[in-house]
């Protein structure tokens, strides 16, 4: 998709018109809706799930109208998807204008096709052989879910990606696996595209944050774990890190709020410029998406590495960019990390003595840009606040980026 047809993907989706558009598919009265979050990947397409209440209309005999109140999550998607995708879930596509969206009910993505029989409890309490509920914890449409299953016989974990995706995951797991290294275990997977693992112990890497407990041996752990990450990775196919893809999220956030393109477009274009002088050294292990939310710690250690899709070839700067850049725009989201900048200057100090300090903090720039356009995906109130305190948050990053070379 080009920038024009994103923001118009995006003004249409999250606008008024989104209610007609709601009415159009959905074989009923539209009561109310609410945008509840917003996906939106740079050249690929524009995801936004809505909480829609609505009456659904039915016949007794062709005879009697019936009228069934339902509650449902209805995600609506520029994205490009096979036409038997679409069909196979009963999903359905509306034009406006030229620009086709694909509108389905959860949980019956077209490109997660394990995802009903992972929102299943029976389904997976079959799969499991015990009885089992589940939870949903995260879901970007066309790309993964993630849920938490409670079992008689302990927790665990699924993941559902896209079928093609899945093999390239139970890779990964089984490269940790034997590493000894502390990340869930396969416990079964289909080829549909669902992953049931293990459980981890630990709390996570946050909840230190928020406490200030055990920091130093912490940054000591984290900096070993990377240290630990196995050189077969280094077959792995590379993936280009965050800050190598700014350009992209600059254009996603200008597409969300226009009237900051320009200094996304900016940041942008300094973040590949200081990278292009920094020093990165040679490619080793890295973990791809390295902070708080995907490590879990116990009594000073790291004892869990979770999310592990982004395992492969990459520059240690990268991961120590990741960890810093989402550790800085925690104040922002709730006042129990109002006190995180001390931590944040004592670890990028310590992170500089194993990477280029511009190379880090050029990296955090970038990881702090893709999150500007995020700040929208929870449907928030203060969405726009959020996305322009992390812009701010990445200008600073380069700043000091700039100052270090």
């Given at each position: 998709?080009?920038?024009?047809?994103?923001?118009?993907?995006?003004?249409?989706?999250?606008?008024?018109?989104?209610?007609?558009?709601?009415?159009?598919?959905?074989?009923?009265?539209?009561?109310?809706?609410?945008?509840?979050?917003?996906?939106?990947?740079?050249?690929?397409?524009?995801?936004?799930?809505?909480?829609?209440?609505?009456?659904?209309?039915?016949?007794?005999?062709?005879?009697?109208?019936?009228?069934?109140?339902?509650?449902?999550?209805?995600?609506?998607?520029?994205?490009?998807?096979?036409e038997a995708n679409l069909d196979a879930v009963g999903a359905i596509?509306?034009?406006?204008?030229?620009?086709?969206?694909?509108?389905?009910?959860?949980?019956?993505?077209?490109?997660?096709?394990?995802?009903?029989?992972?929102?299943?409890?029976?389904?997976?309490?079959?799969?499991?052989?015990?009885?089992?509920?589940?939870?949903?914890?995260?879901?970007?449409?066309?790309?993964?879910?993630?849920?938490?299953?409670?079992?008689?016989?302990?927790?665990?974990?699924?993941?559902?990606?896209?079928?093609?995706?899945?093999?390239?995951?139970?890779?990964?797991?089984?490269?940790?696996?034997?590493?000894?290294?502390?990340?869930?275990?396969?416990?079964?997977?289909?080829?549909?595209?669902?992953?049931?693992?293990?459980?981890?112990?630990?709390?996570?890497?946050?909840?230190?944050?928020?406490?200030?407990?055990?920091?130093?041996?912490?940054?000591?752990?984290?900096?070993?774990?990377?240290?630990?990450?196995?050189?077969?990775?280094?077959?792995?196919?590379?993936?280009?890190?965050?800050?190598?893809?700014?350009?992209?999220?600059?254009?996603?956030?200008?597409?969300?709020?226009?009237?900051?393109?320009?200094?996304?477009?900016?940041?942008?274009?300094?973040?590949?410029?200081?990278?292009?002088?920094?020093?990165?050294?040679?490619?080793?292990?890295?973990?791809?998406?390295?902070?708080?939310?995907?490590?879990?710690?116990?009594?000073?250690?790291?004892?869990?590495?979770?999310?592990?899709?982004?395992?492969?070839?990459?520059?240690?700067?990268?991961?120590?960019?990741?960890?810093?850049?989402?550790?800085?725009?925690?104040?922002?989201?709730?006042?129990?990390?109002?006190?995180?900048?001390?931590?944040?200057?004592?670890?990028?100090?310590?992170?500089?003595?194993?990477?280029?300090?511009?190379?880090?903090?050029?990296?955090?720039?970038?990881?702090?840009?893709?999150?500007?356009?995020?700040?929208?995906?929870?449907?928030?109130?203060?969405?726009?606040?959020?996305?322009?305190?992390?812009?701010?948050?990445?200008?600073?990053?380069?700043?000091?980026?700039?100052?270090?070379?």
């Amino acid at each position: 998709m080009t920038n024009h047809s994103e923001r118009r993907a995006l003004q249409l989706l999250t606008g008024a018109s989104a209610g007609e558009m709601l009415a159009l598919a959905l074989d009923g009265i539209v009561r109310s809706w609410q945008v509840r979050a917003v996906n939106h990947r740079p050249g690929a397409g524009v995801s936004v799930g809505y909480s829609v209440i609505w009456d659904r209309i039915s016949h007794e005999n062709s005879v009697r109208e019936v009228r069934v109140r339902e509650d449902s999550y209805i995600v609506a998607s520029t994205v490009k998807i096979a036409e038997a995708n679409l069909d196979a879930v009963g999903a359905i596509t509306l034009y406006a204008d030229d620009l086709p969206v694909h509108i389905w009910q959860f949980p019956n993505d077209p490109e997660l096709p394990a995802l009903p029989s992972a929102c299943d409890p029976q389904a997976v309490s079959g799969l499991l052989g015990g009885v089992c509920d589940v939870e949903l914890l995260g879901y970007r449409p066309t790309r993964r879910a993630v849920l938490r299953v409670a079992c008689d016989s302990g927790p665990r974990y699924a993941k559902v990606v896209r079928p093609d995706a899945i093999q390239a995951l139970i890779d990964r797991h089984r490269i940790f696996a034997d590493a000894a290294l502390p990340t869930p275990r396969i416990e079964m997977s289909t080829s549909t595209g669902l992953i049931i693992t293990s459980a981890v112990v630990g709390t996570p890497l946050a909840a230190s944050y928020r406490h200030g407990t055990n920091l130093t041996s912490i940054f000591t752990s984290l900096n070993r774990t990377l240290d630990a990450l196995p050189p077969v990775a280094l077959d792995l196919k590379y993936r280009p890190a965050w800050a190598e893809r700014c350009a992209h999220y600059a254009r996603a956030a200008g597409a969300s709020i226009p009237e900051i393109a320009e200094r996304t477009a900016a940041l942008s274009q300094g973040i590949l410029e200081v990278r292009r002088s920094a020093y990165y050294g040679g490619l080793v292990p890295t973990h791809g998406d390295f902070y708080e939310a995907n490590v879990l710690v116990n009594e000073g250690v790291v004892s869990g590495l979770l999310d592990l899709d982004s395992l492969g070839p990459g520059y240690r700067a990268d991961d120590w960019g990741c960890l810093l850049g989402h550790l800085s725009v925690l104040p922002s989201l709730s006042e129990n990390y109002a006190h995180v900048g001390a931590i944040r200057e004592d670890w990028f100090a310590r992170a500089c003595h194993d990477a280029d300090p511009a190379a880090i903090a050029a990296s955090a720039a970038g990881v702090v840009l893709s999150l500007v356009s995020s700040a929208r995906q929870r449907g928030r109130a203060d969405w726009k606040v959020q996305a322009l305190t992390r812009l701010a948050v990445a200008e600073d990053w380069l700043a000091r980026a700039r100052l270090a070379r």
